[in-house]
């Protein structure tokens, strides 16, 4: 064997052996709190049966109404997440973190999973109307208000 394959397949190993690592290197994906942004100021998840509910002004209530129908199931009643998607009422989606933006996008286009490990999230099916959409975002800042969410 020539000295030029010999050091060819010494580089085959190594890049093999890298690979290797690479692949089974635990939690590739980072902690749950890393992601794309920051998550290093994020806290844990409020518990579901802890979440406040607050006194509701009625354009909140009324983005209640929609959020129930379009995203509890995944994100929860009182949106405090569930087993299909992260609670809303979270430090990760406070305004200063998700602007609402964030939430219109969401629902007209989805989510590219990045912050968590439920998968992405699809558009919402027929789209949400920009009032639905206003509506739900200040119901959603209303719950995080009461839950110290800012
Ligand atoms: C089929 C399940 C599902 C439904 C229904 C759903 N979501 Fe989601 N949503 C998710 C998942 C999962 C994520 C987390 C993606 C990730 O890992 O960052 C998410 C993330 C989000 C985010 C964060 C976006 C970002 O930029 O990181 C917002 C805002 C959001 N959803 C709003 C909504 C709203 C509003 C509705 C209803 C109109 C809704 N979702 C319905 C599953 C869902």
Known sequence: MSKQ?????????????????????????????SGMH???????????????????????????KVFEKSCAACH??????TDKGPPLVHSLYRPGHHGDDAFY????KGVIAHHWRFGNMPPVPGGISDTQMRWLVKYIRE???????R
């Open 105 to 108: 996008s969401a629902a007209a």
């Open 38 to 64: 920051s998550g290093a100021d994020t806290a844990p998840p409020i518990p579901a049966d802890q979440v406040v509910v607050p006194e509701l002004t009625p354009v909140a209530l009324s983005g209640k």
């Open 76 to 81: 929860g009643i009182n949106a405090a997440g």
């Open 143 to 149: 719950m995080q208000v009461a839950n110290g969410v």
């Open 5 to 33: 394959l010999l050091a060819l397949g010494l580089v085959a190993i190594i890049g093999g052996l890298a690979g290797m690592w690479w692949l089974s290197a635990p939690d590739k994906m980072g902690p749950v709190t």
